[in-house]
């Protein structure tokens, strides 16, 4: 593989899904060709990093603005079944959901840049954040206070007293 090759792939387009790991692995070349990517026609984003206060009605007038909007799950706490910072939302168009994320990931939803990834289609139950304590992952071990969030993370809060912030 030449030197060029290489380094080929970090001036590829960010709007197109990667090919990396059709090169990876020569042996593997063939597989992957014939297995479809599943994010290749994606119509559904991931969108994270939202506020737990942010509205679906919020959430619908910007990202409606890329396309219509076929539907939008918001992501759920698994006990308390209360908004947990992250949505699907599912466009019409591969297109639609490609143009928008780029051009609304990284712009701000109520102060909060907003993170969107492809999705390869919201399944039931993946509205549910997979943290131990019902909200998503990465709100149990983060260490900063973050009110958009529900403050410090959880498994930093469930250690301490209520009332002891004010120690």
């Known amino acids: 593989m030449s030197h060029h090759q290489q380094h080929q792939s970090t001036v590829e387009r960010l709007d197109r899904p990667s090919t990396?790991?059709?090169?990876?692995?020569?042996?593997?070349?063939?597989?992957?060709?014939?297995?479809?990517d599943p994010l290749r026609d994606a119509t559904t984003l991931y969108v994270g990093n939202l506020s737990f206060y942010t509205t679906e009605e919020q959430i619908h007038e910007l990202f409606s603005k890329c396309g219509e909007i076929k539907r939008l799950v918001m992501g759920l706490d698994r006990f308390a079944k209360t908004p947990?910072?992250?949505?699907?939302?599912?466009?019409?168009?591969?297109?639609?959901?490609?143009?928008?994320?780029?051009?609304?990931?990284?712009?701000?939803?109520?102060?909060?840049?907003?993170?969107?990834?492809?999705?390869?289609?919201?399944?039931?139950?993946?509205?549910?954040?997979?943290?131990?304590s019902g909200g998503q992952v990465r709100d149990e071990y983060r260490e900063d206070y973050d009110a958009g969030r529900g403050g410090y993370g959880r498994s930093l809060q469930s250690g301490k007293e209520m009332g002891s912030e004010y120690d």
Do not use: W
Not at 21 to 29: F, Q, V
């Open 20 to 36: 990396y790991y059709d090169k990876s692995s020569k042996r593997n070349r063939d597989d992957a060709a014939n297995k479809e």
């Open 84 to 132: 947990c910072g992250f949505c699907f939302v599912e466009y019409y168009t591969h297109e639609d959901a490609l143009d928008c994320m780029k051009y609304i990931g990284g712009t701000k939803l109520d102060e909060r840049i907003v993170r969107t990834d492809l999705d390869p289609g919201f399944k039931e139950g993946r509205q549910y954040g997979r943290g131990k």
